[in-house]
């Protein structure tokens, strides 16, 4: 057996990653709420909450149940502002050696506009996710991704007013996602992460009341998992810009199963709360995965589908 | 063939990865023929995937001499099965595997020594008032709890509460363990004769909200302890919030009950009927 | 706080449906605050939902000696731990409640009595032999059991097999057992030699592939036992069809294994290359 | 407690059902299949295996594969075609006291047509479902149930050429449901069926293969449960006719979220796969609920959502 062990390093839109595993937006905060459990310089990079121009209370309680093998949630994006997050979570970055990844939405072109002239102007941000996708809330996401045009727009604003690397996240609940894809592709995204949460509900038979106060949550966990591989296959094939897969992973296999349909890096969600240190454990059995098959480098995996 | 649901009766290691399991099936040999073959389910439920939350009951060190291993510490719960989770825990044994994040949150604040405390507790609510009752009498501070329940299945752990030094006041709603009536009346009771006392609660919502109205009424000072659904525990996920004081729809104020809480001062939340409603309603009596 | 993965001390139900729980939690006495908690859950991986198939190896009956009880008609499994399935199998105890469907299936045709019988066993795949054999037996034809497998690990139940009064031939591939080498050189000799038997085969694809060829050169009647993924066993899903000889593009004819099969005349088969393809490659070796 | 037993009686584009609980359509073969297991009387109704102008020999195999609390399947419609259901099945069902709804698809408008006409001629099929969402089958299903003009237009031409009861079941890929429920209602639709499997993959990381050899295949089972029931609801705002829910139903709850947010009733597909007797657990369920909850009728459940 070879002594040398395997590169997991990947380059994902111009960021060089030290391995593919970074967290999904949402699940882990601002990254410090972890720090406790898991050393964050040992994640290829990290992903904020998602951030807005102004802070956001979110929705009303009850915001998450627990569906067979997956989660609703409907936190309706609460977080604390552009400003107070540059004032108050940025400079907990300054000592991390992992690239941080600022996660953003709006409500209008404007919104999205101002956040991303505002993280120009904070070098401990790497690159920026747009997310397009939230199925939350009513004037968000939900408008701008399900429709090329809109999304085409945003992105198109976005890239203009950013001089970082450019993540668009893309939800899963269209008929399409290539040609939702292909137009943040034109748009000037430099790569595309793939999925956010599917739309779900949840009743209690008991009360007759939805389990979520905001009626419809989004479905995240190993329960999407399989719809999350079919589509990053399918965005995979439809661009030539990189995808970063998330959905339901909470192994090294699970994982492995997007890399080998052609994601360059994964992103694990639902799976932090099961487990804090699931990332870890996803970074350690990839290394073995190779071992195992003899493989020197994760980017002999990635995009091996046989077919 | 029949739809059998059965038990194994043997299951057994014969070669590396390689079992034997024996299953009882009555009217089985009768019908099988050389070459057939069966479609096999373990009858488990498909089992929960997040953690749940539970307070800290106690904790213990088993000393060497009850097993020779060395002294091994632990903690321990109290859980009520309510649900799908709490039903699978309740099927653990000794040796069973368990994944454990903790401990958690915010704790009570025990305030000054020598004050007069209350502890009121409320069926599987008495759980955090354990260790809180511990703490107070080691700072020196006279101690009653009330303990409250729908019925006397509903108090818990009566003999070591009193073992720890506080005084014990139960009642029943169906008066079927001390006194008849709910924990309120003897809290109205205890505070008229010490007014300057220091009020520590847990318990379902009505109960929470009852007790804070008292204890507002009366200007004394109330800790609560909260319950709230929650993913993470950690601050992560902010499924847990829970309306602070002056929470409007257009000021929203929500605090995060993993990470602010589970212990609040009850000044600082919103005891409107809203937050009443988004606490988990535990159908008016003690789980 | 830390994240323990740690085990269950105790768990017993101290009144109505409240239990109390020991956990093993070095460290977590010096953390804990009252009114903190903590975030558990059972270190159950997610369960498979579907039934798995396996095959019928015997059945028999404990006699009342045994326990006292009426006497009580079981059946039993040889199963090998290969995914998540069959390991939340393995960790099955006695007493654990499981779901059983069946006999299931067309099992093997026994033929005319007094002829010389051939059966071919790799790995796993002599489970269903077992039963196969007592009949031949019980039938009056004279029974040579080829047992292969890649190591003695694979070679399974040899004396009960001999108790039931067949005649057993061991072959490994690592010649840790037997004879060294594939089971299907000592079929080629046997078939030398009893030119008229009729052969009955179950074991890995490449193993029947290779039966296959050797009967169809000598032509000898052949059954072979086949395995496929299987949601329903009883024909309503359509999920595990193999390909029937004549099978072709055009002119496709799938066969359920659960229902036509898993035991079909090998000539009732397509053994092109797709067959062996489609059916459920084990790495070559036995399972 | 009141001691009659409550009624569990429904009525469905016309069906009178004793039960609100049916199979779903290629999850229970043509009926007979489960006989040994259960008394097919005590159904609500029996729902075919879709069938088509000619026989269909199907996908290549592996067809199915299990994900976590799921599973995929790529069958591809086999089926022994419109003749030889007439001539080999419908016979079985003349001594049965309930309902028999056939499932049919077509891969061309004409195919639809035929299969129609053949069926207005067999008493013993009491309505009909018409598959227009199936993913799998790159000719069938997909084309007509993902654009609001092809449901139109094959629900239109069924509609002339049947003269039975005609339910639509509808994919759940698409990114509004609603706009195809309003277009099959407006079509002539009689009831709705929602939701057919959700499309899905899954990989294989040692081999590098999909685990389906039609790479994807429908996810089905308790994982797609809240994505049904969100479904379910949004078709009952949006039409005025009945809806039957479908999507991971294994129990009495799970059947009841369906009831709640307003399906008249539901069908069970992948947990009769788990359990052939599950049908008769729910029916016996349902029947508990209503008694504890101190109701007389399954209608006072039907539509009770609070929200
Ligand atoms: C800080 C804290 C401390 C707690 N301490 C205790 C304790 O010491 N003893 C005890 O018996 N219970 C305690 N609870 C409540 C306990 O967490 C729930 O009873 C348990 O989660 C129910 O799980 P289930 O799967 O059995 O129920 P289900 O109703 O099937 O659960 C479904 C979902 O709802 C959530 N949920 C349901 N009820 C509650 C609840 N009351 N609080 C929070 N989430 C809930 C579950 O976590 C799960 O996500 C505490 C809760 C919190 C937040
Ligand atoms: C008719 C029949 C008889 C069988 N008899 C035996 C027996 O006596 N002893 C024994 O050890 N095994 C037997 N098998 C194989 C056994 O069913 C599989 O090893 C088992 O299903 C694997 O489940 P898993 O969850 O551990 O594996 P995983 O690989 O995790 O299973 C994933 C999925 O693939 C299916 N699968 C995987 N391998 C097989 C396989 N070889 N055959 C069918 N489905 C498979 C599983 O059912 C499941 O749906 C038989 C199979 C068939 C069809
Ligand atoms: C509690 C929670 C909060 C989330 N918040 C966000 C968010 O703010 N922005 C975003 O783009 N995605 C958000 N997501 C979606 C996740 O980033 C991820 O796309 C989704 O959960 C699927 O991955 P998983 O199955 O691994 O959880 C959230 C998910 C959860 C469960
Ligand atoms: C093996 C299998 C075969 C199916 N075949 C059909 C079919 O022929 N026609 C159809 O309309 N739906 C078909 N379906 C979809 C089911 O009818 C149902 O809509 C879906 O499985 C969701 O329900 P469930 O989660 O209860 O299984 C099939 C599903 C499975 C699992
Ligand atoms: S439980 Fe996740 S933030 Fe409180
Ligand atoms: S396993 Fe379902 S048809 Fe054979």
């Known amino acids: 057996m070879n002594s040398i062990r395997p590169s997991l390093a990947v380059e994902v839109a111009g960021l060089k990653l030290k391995n593919p595993v970074m967290p999904a937006s949402g699940t882990f905060g601002y990254g410090e709420e972890y720090a406790p459990y898991l050393d964050l310089n040992r994640l290829g990079a990290i992903v904020t909450k998602g951030l807005s121009r102004n802070p956001k209370a979110g929705n009303p309680t009850p915001r998450i149940a627990e569906t067979t093998s997956g989660m609703l949630n409907a936190i309706g994006l609460q977080n604390v502002g552009i400003d107070a997050f540059i004032a108050g979570k940025v400079p907990y970055y300054r000592g991390l050696q992992t690239p941080v990844i600022a996660n953003f939405f709006g409500n209008t072109l404007e919104e999205y506009g101002e956040v991303a002239r505002k993280l120009n102007d904070v070098p401990e941000v790497t690159a920026v996710e747009l997310n397009i996708s939230c199925p939350n809330v009513k004037q968000g996401g939900i408008v701008f991704g399900t429709e090329a045009s809109a999304a085409s727009q945003v992105v198109t604003l976005v890239r203009q007013a950013l001089n970082k690397p450019l993540i668009v996240k893309l939800t899963p609940n269209v008929t399409d996602i290539t040609v939702i894809a292909r137009a943040v592709e034109e748009a000037g995204a430099d790569a595309i992460s793939c999925i956010n949460t599917i739309t779900g509900m949840a009743i209690d038979v008991r009360t007759r009341k939805p389990k979520i106060a905001n009626r419809t949550g989004g479905l995240s966990g190993p329960a999407i998992r399989p719809v999350a591989v079919r589509m990053t296959h399918q965005v995979v094939q439809a661009v030539k810009i990189p995808v970063i897969g998330i959905g339901g992973i909470t192994c090294a296999e699970d994982a492995l199963e997007f890399l080998i349909v052609g994601a360059k890096a994964v992103q694990v969600g639902t799976a932090n709360f099961i487990d804090p240190q699931a990332m870890l454990a996803i970074i350690a059995g990839l290394e073995q995965f190779l071992v195992a098959e003899g493989l020197s480098d994760i980017n002999q995996v990635i995009g091996s589908l046989k077919i | ?287």
């Open chain 2, 1 to 287: 063939m029949k739809n059998y649901a059965t038990i194994v009766l043997a299951n057994q290691e014969i070669s590396p990865s390689i079992f034997r399991m024996r299953i009882l099936a009555p009217g089985f040999a009768a019908a099988a023929q050389p070459g057939q073959f069966v479609m096999l389910r373990p009858a488990l439920a498909l089992p929960t995937m997040l953690r749940r939350p539970f307070g800290v009951f106690r904790t213990g060190c088993l000393p060497p001499e009850c097993d020779g291993l060395p002294p091994r510490e632990y903690m321990e719960i109290l859980y009520k099965v309510v649900g799908q989770g709490t039903k699978i825990l309740s099927e653990l044994h000794q040796g069973d595997r368990i994944e454990l994040l903790g401990p958690l949150g915010r704790g009570f604040d025990l305030g000054p020594p020598g004050q007069e405390k209350i502890l009121v507790g409320g069926g599987i609510g008495l759980v955090p008032l354990f260790m809180l009752g511990e703490a107070l009498v080691a700072q020196g501070s006279r101690v009653r709890l009330l303990m409250g329940g729908r019925t006397r299945d509903d108090i818990l752990a009566v003999t070591e509460f009193e073992r720890s030094g506080v005084e014990t006041y139960v009642s029943t709603d169906d008066g079927s363990l001390g006194e008849a009536g709910f924990v309120t009346k003897v809290l109205e009771r205890k505070l008229s004769k010490y007014p300057q006392a220091e009020v520590f609660a847990c318990g379902p919502t009505p109960m929470l909200t009852a007790v804070a109205a008292i204890c507002a009424a009366r200007q004394v000072n109330l800790q609560v302890s909260l319950e709230a659904h929650m993913a993470c525990g950690v601050g992560a996920c902010l499924g847990c919030v829970v309306k602070g004081a002056g929470h409007s729809e257009s000021t929203p104020r929500y605090l995060c009950t993993c990470k602010a809480g589970p212990v609040f001062q009850a000044s600082d939340l919103d005891w409107g009927k809203a937050t009443a409603e988004a606490a988990i309603n535990c159908g008016g009596g003690c789980k």
